[in-house]
Structure formats: C-alpha cells, structure tokens
C-alpha cells in the first residue's frame, strides 16, 4: 500500500524545505535561491525575462488522468517555452502551490520530481517555493526567469512584409490527445462503452502529457545565424498565435492548407473522432511549438533547418491573415481558441 | 445600480488588455512589460532579486470584508515587503489571476485600482498580466522583482553575536484588526450580538485592510550609513522570524517583553478580547515590518532612528531564543504561528 503523508505532519515551513532541500543550484547567475525573503540573481551583461502562469485544477488540467509527476514536469515546460519564444534561455523558477486537504506529502512529491528533472533537462534552478493550504483542488505558479542578450530577443512585433512564416515540430497532437484521455475517463466513469485503447496513440499521449519545450530549435536557429523577426510559442493554437503576431507587427499573413505540419497519428485520430484536421491543427493549443518569421532572404538557411516547416508568409495589414485551402481558395484565421482551454 | 459587466464579454486577451492598457512604465529597467510571451527587464550593475506569493480566498482573505480594491494594494504591498527585506528596491510585479464565474469586469477594475495605487506610490511597473477562469473563488498571484547593489544585500544569515535586533513600527495591530473584522462579520450573520462599532480602532483596521511595506525604513538606514548584518520582514510574528532569523545564522537571541513595540488600540483591544498581548505581538502575524540586527558599535545611530526600537541582542545559538519577561524572567520562544493565517 502506498504511504501517504498528512502534510499537517510537516507544517508549512518543513514541507518547504522538505520538498527544496535536495535542490542543487546549477547556474551562475543564482546567487540565491530558496530560503530567505528573495532569490537573489546576477544577470551580468544580459537582459532579463519574466514569464508567469497560473494552472488551476479542473480548469487547466484533470488529476483524473494527469500523473502529479508529469503535472510538475509539463508546468515547468510550458513556461521554459515563452522564455524561449523571446528567443532567451529560461534559468530560474519559483514555484507557488495551493494544496487542499486530498492531498499528502507523496503527491507532492511527485510533483516535485517531475519539475525537477524538467528543471534538470532545461538546465534551470528552482529558486523560489511557496506552499499553502488552498479550500480546494490544486493551484499551481509557477514564474519562470531567463536571460538572453539585449540584440538577441525577438519579439512578436518584428514581423515585416514578404518574411517566411515558419513553425516548428507538428500541429494538433496535443489536442488530440486530450480527446482521448476524456474520452477514456468516460469510459471510466461508465459513460460511454469504448474499451480503453491507447495503442498507436502513445504520441498523442506524449504531447499532451508530457510536452518539450523546443530548446532545440532556439539552438538550431543561433546555431544557423538566423534571427527571427518575430516569435511566440504555440500554447492557444496556430490560428491564434498568428493573429498576435499580425497584430503587434501591424501586417497580415497567408499560410498554406497543406503545408500545415501534422502528425500521422493526429490525423488518423482526427478521422475516428470525426473533427476536421485543419481546425485541429489550426486552434488544437497547447502544443508549445515556435511559430516565427524570416526575412525572405534567408529561406534557404530556414528551409534547411531540421524539425522546421515555411507555412507561409506575412504581408501587409490591409490583406488580412488568410488560410490558403487546398483548392486554392482563401478563408481568414479567426482565433477560435478553446476558450479557457487547458494548459 | 452599480454596473456588472460579464467577464465573458471581453474574452480572455480582451479582458488582460483592458486592465492593463492605461499601465505607463515607469522604471528604466523595464524594456517591455505586458504583451509578449515575457517581460524584458535590463539591470545593469545590480543584482535582482524574485520573490512571489500565492493568496487564496477562503485561506489569505475573506472578500466578506475586504474590499477589492483594498486587496489589490495589499497583494502589491506584501510583496514589495519581501523585496525591502532584501535591503532592495521593489521595480516590478506580475498578476496573475484566477477569477469564477461570481465576479464581473467591475470587481477586477476595483482590484486593478488598488493594485496600480500600491505601484505608483512605491514606483513598481506592472509587467506582466494574465488572468483564467476558476472554479472557485479568487487566486492571486503575484511575484515581484526588485534590485539591489551586490554589497548592500541584507540576508536573513548574517547576524552575529552580540548584534542588537532592531524592529521597526509596532506589532500586533493587523492582528487584531482581523479579530475585530472576524467579530463584525459574526454580527453580520447573526451569529454574536455586539454592535458593530470601529470607533478609535481606525488604525487597527488600516493595518489589516492597507498595510505598507516599509520602503521609509529601507531608505533611513541607507541615510544613517547603516547595513543591517541581517533583516528579514514580519508576515508570521515576530517569534517565527526571529526563529527564522536564529537558524539561518546560527545563533539565539534575547529579546525585552517591555520593548516590544506595541500600539495603545492593540493593547486596548487586545485587553477588550482577553487576549494575552504579549502573545499578540509575538505571534499576531501580518505586521509587515522589518526585524533587522545591527553590530553593537552602531547602537547610536540605531538609536537615533525614527519608527525604529531596539528590542534586544543576538546571542550565541547554545543560549537559544528567549523572551525577557518584565519580571526578568525568561521563556523560550515559539513558533505559534496562526498556521496558514491570512496573508
């Protein structure tokens, strides 16, 4: 039977240290972390970037079929993700949790375990952690401190007419996979008759439970000598990422139907659910991919760049942000957004 | 009637935007602040310090008798306290919130109102925004980062034996501020038959409902010439800080029951619940003053400070952390702590 720990047993303070005493410091620029009124940080030369989100149980995530482990894991991550779409490299968090009475010191730790080895694989310290009791359900956080250099950040607002539109990785996986997990919870629940069946699915899983942040891609990018104009992550969906993009940059954009990068397992998962995958792909969410833009004249550096694909390309305000079908034709993007949606 | 807009009706970035687009920046350390994936701050030649607090409705505050507005600049003020207690300088502040489905646009203007007062009155930008849905109640959270010369950090680490412990305002008053609030409210529901009365206890409320960090104190000691060796702020009572303190820099302390620094309401409230005052003081909670030791040598120009008293000395840590009675004799101090009190 597994143990399971009154948090009342530790108190605020010892739960705290608990949870953060194995906590190795790994980056220069933390000169202090958990343990006295504030992190103290050194960000000699660089500029600094903040980034914050707050996670709330039964709006932004289900423990009925989220593991605590991979809930520490995956709200780390989408964190590190806007620190990388300012092109910058995430090296400090503090953690705030809300935690009711259904909850004992194991879960925790979990959690813990999960944020750590998120933190461990993205090379970023834990420097601040905060628990209190909450009257229900599970609040998470998390703030996320990360340094790029002053000509190297790249906001949304650069875009220009004639750059390349491109975006990394593929599309809609992660929605899809929340369909599946509801659909089995009904299946739990008894309201609904499939039999459980996650077999050629795995990737869907994957994204929606455990998502990367796309360090690599930040690094492919420097390592090409491209500098976006423009970037922002993945989190609310394709559509809706564009739509911010046109609007601080001031122009418009057309991408292409088919040049839309989907998974395999997205699509035949889109079928058997009978949704369109071009909605899928374009408002799914939460799959924490780099959407940026290149001056034209890069496009061949972009196009080589592994894990990329060019969708399309900006133009200017008064063309509007325009989906191109298949058959040629021309709908606009609107951010349909699932609103409230999870992570 | 006053106006109730749904939150609906805005949407999610439409709701964000209209809080924040009246924010004008303020600091020079802040490059961009809401409307990108993260903030960018620039701190040339000063170390930064993080610090973030996550209150809970039900748990840090009962909305029966805080107004939001109050609320707003309260969650600003606790954390700019964090920052002093750092011996630094609060620059800027995210929001996160999480709001269900009972409050309407209205009610979240009134918190932005409070919130935008606490910064412009201690010179914080607003940098970051972001509000979701809850299930229930109201989530607040907030971190602040704030700046300070790498020599002038004060930690909680670094008090020596013999050092004089420097408390700053009077202790106790939030406290009972809340007692009399949590009395109102009974009154309010029937519960206890008193009538309603806050004559002569303005100041007992004010400490509760509009605390202020003590950014007066931060600036006396950098005019007086004086680096406390170490300074932690009071949220939990002045004995869980001291204990704080003690352990952090491996020493005790003994502190004078007839010099803690107590107002005349606290004491005639106090006396009007039957409540043991000294224990109030000790362990009331919520003061927002700073506890800070000084090196012997300076007992003059501690002296000479204004708002400041001098309530007793470190010790070494064999001696442990004792209260002084009036009658000279001593008890060992506790951590009571109103576990998981308000904020």
Not at 245 to 261: A, M
Request: charged fraction near 25%.
């Amino acid at each position: 039977m597994t143990k399971k720990t009154d948090i009342a047993n530790l108190g605020e303070f010892g739960l705290i240290r608990h949870l953060t005493e194995n906590i190795v410091l790994k980056n220069d620029s933390t000169r202090k972390g958990v343990g006295d009124d504030a992190a103290v940080l050194a960000y000699t030369g660089k500029e600094v970037l903040v980034t914050t989100d707050l996670l709330l149980e039964g709006i932004h995530f289900d423990l009925m079929y989220v593991p605590l482990k991979h809930l520490g894991y995956k709200s780390a991550v989408v964190n590190f993700s806007d620190i990388y779409a300012m092109n910058g490299r995430p090296k400090q968090i503090t953690v705030s949790l809300g935690v009711s009475k259904r909850f004992c010191v194991e879960d925790l730790e979990d959690f813990y375990e999960g944020l750590t080895l998120a933190c461990d694989i993205y090379g970023v310290d834990i420097v601040g952690g905060d628990t209190s009791a909450s009257l229900t359900g599970l609040t998470i956080s998390i703030t996320c401190i990360g340094e790029a250099e002053k000509d190297q950040i790249v906001y949304r607002s650069g875009a220009k007419d004639t750059d390349l539109i491109c975006v990394s990785g593929d599309l809609g996986a992660a929605y899809m996979g929340l369909q599946l997990l509801e659909r089995e919870k009904s299946v739990y629940r008894g309201e609904a008759d499939f039999t459980p069946d996650f077999g050629g699915k795995e990737y869907l899983l994957e994204r929606q439970l455990k998502p990367e942040a796309r360090k690599d891609i930040v690094e492919s990018l420097a390592g090409a000598g491209i500098l976006p104009t423009a970037m922002i992550d993945i989190s609310d969906g394709l559509a809706s990422e564009l739509l911010h993009l046109s609007k601080e940059s001031h122009t418009g954009c057309r991408i292409y139907e088919e040049r839309i990068p989907i998974d395999f397992q997205t699509a035949s998962m889109a079928e058997q659910f009978n949704m369109n995958l071009t909605t899928v792909a374009l408002n799914g969410g939460e799959d924490y991919e780099l959407l940026f833009t290149v001056p034209l004249a890069l496009h061949d550096k972009a196009a080589a760049l592994n894990g990329v694909k060019i969708i399309g390309h900006v133009t200017n305000a008064a063309l509007g942000n325009c989906l191109v079908g298949r058959d040629g034709g021309e709908v606009g993007l609107k951010a349909q957004g699932w609103q409230d949606g999870r992570m």
